[in-house]
């Protein structure tokens, strides 16, 4: 098996011509990225699920909107949570994905957590590929691989996330995100 280059904590943008429903216009915070494949979370997938009807304990610590995002298509029973830690360690309850961005465990009392948290964003379900999938779908042209900024997690504005991130991005990456979201209307 060839050597995998680590995308962990990288962005994954869809591409325009990306056909699946479940990551049109996605992009995806890769959480682990190695030979025995990946997972992330979908940041731009807002769900009507107010995060106090679900998760009451955690909801004075979520920034808006305060509800609950899809994170992908996978074990949608399941929450993951994330958050920004600016500085050195995190506390105890929260794992460094990358640069500030890290894990929270929901099983840990939030107050222990709070303080330290400068956003938090609760994921249902994640996004996942087997070994070599998403290396496929990489050279198919499904993805742009872009780097991440700790606002990304957060934004208070996640429909307009694909467009945020593809316009920072330098050269033609960045033209991509005047394309059209019915190309036939064009």
Do not use: C, K
Not at 21 to 39: C, I, M, T
Not at 123 to 151: H, I, K, N, R
């Amino acid at each position: 098996m060839t050597e995998v280059s680590s995308l962990t904590g990288r962005l994954l943008v869809a591409a325009p011509a990306l056909a699946d429903p479940n990551f049109e216009r996605a992009v995806v915070l890769l959480l682990d990225h190695d030979e025995e494949g990946s997972l992330g979370v979908v940041l731009n997938r807002p769900t009507p699920v107010v995060v106090a009807d679900i998760l009451a304990a955690w909801a004075g610590l979520i920034g808006e909107p305060d509800v609950v995002f899809q994170g992908g298509p996978v074990s949608l029973d399941s929450a993951l949570a994330l958050a920004v830690i600016p500085g050195g360690e995190g506390p105890p309850g929260w794992r460094r994905v990358h640069g500030a961005i890290g894990l929270v465990d929901l099983e840990a009392p939030p107050e222990l957590l709070g303080a330290a948290l400068a956003s938090l964003r609760i994921f249902a379900g994640y996004a996942g590929w087997g070994p070599g999938q998403l290396e496929t779908e990489l050279t198919d042209g499904a993805w742009y691989v872009v780097e991440s900024e700790p606002g990304d997690i957060s934004s208070p504005r996640p429909e307009n996330l694909w467009r945020a991130v593809l316009r920072r991005q330098r050269g033609e990456l960045a033209m991509i995100a005047t394309y059209p979201d019915d190309p036939s209307l064009n």
